[in-house]
């Protein structure tokens, strides 16, 4: 069975609105999650390590005032795509690990379409 | 920081025949080597991995190897199926944990009946 939930799994909407993304650990707890960007045809890149408790470890060249990051429980983090624009339109994708030297587990996705 | 180089972009192979996917990384801390298949518009799931104190690891028909002095990995599938098409995405760990990844650029591979 799946071992992450990520909702919601495709959203449209309007140039300037704030989208929230939920990632779920079903499985473990996991104190560290991690969100992905990929854009049609590309690879996944990491923009953000998530830790339970504590800020969020960003990527070189992600906005963090754009892309919030929380982190309040041990199976739920979010991330809020503020003041969306059409070029934040892409595939986001969360991922989780049970700990320290353990394989990551993917959630289904979010396609985000910014008109 | 870590870069992960990864070929061919595209693989087309009949029905039966094997297909072979390479990758090199750069951050010789990287310690850990999954590798995901993706189907289009769905989420990457694990096919295999290996890690650094193991050389080859088999599953089946697919299988990894590694080479930590050249730092190279490759992707081999034997007796490949239509349902094998999709794509393909080598990963290293960044430094000494296994957490953090870094993607190869992917390969499309498409399996003809």
């Known amino acids: 069975g799946a071992v992450v939930s990520q909702h919601p799994s495709w959203v449209i909407c309007k140039s300037g609105t704030s989208v929230k993304i939920e990632c779920r650990s079903l499985?473990?707890?996991?104190?560290?999650m991690f969100w992905y960007r990929q854009f049609p045809k590309q690879s996944l890149m990491l923009m953000a390590t998530?830790?339970?408790?504590?800020?969020?470890?960003?990527e070189q060249g992600v906005e963090k005032d754009k892309f919030l990051i929380n982190h309040a429980s041990l199976t739920l983090s979010t991330l809020t795509v503020t003041s969306a624009h059409p070029e934040d339109s892409s595939f986001y994708i969360c991922?989780?690990?049970?700990?320290?030297?353990?394989?990551?587990?993917f959630g289904d996705g979010t396609r985000l379409s910014i008109l | 920081g870590e870069n992960v180089e990864q070929h061919p972009s595209t693989l087309s192979v009949q029905e039966g025949d094997s297909a072979v996917i390479k990758c090199t990384y750069s951050?010789?801390?990287?310690?850990?080597f999954p590798w995901y298949k993706q189907e289009l518009g769905k989420r990457p799931q694990l096919i295999i991995d290996?890690?650094?104190?193991?050389g080859e690891k088999k599953d089946q028909r697919i299988a990894v190897t590694l080479n930590k002095t050249a730092k190279h990995f490759s992707l081999h599938i034997t007796e490949t199926q239509p349902e094998d098409s999709a794509v393909y995405f080598c990963?290293?760990?960044?430094?000494?944990?296994?957490?953090?990844?870094?993607f190869g650029t992917g390969t499309r591979l498409l399996v003809s009946p």
């Open positions: 991922s989780v690990t049970p700990g320290a030297n353990q394989p990551q587990h």
């Open positions: 499985d473990f707890q996991a104190t560290t």
């Open positions: 998530s830790n339970e408790g504590s800020k969020a470890t960003y």
């Open positions: 951050d010789s801390a990287s310690n850990y």
């Open positions: 290996i890690r650094s104190n193991v």
């Open positions: 990963a290293a760990s960044i430094g000494t944990g296994f957490q953090k990844l870094v």
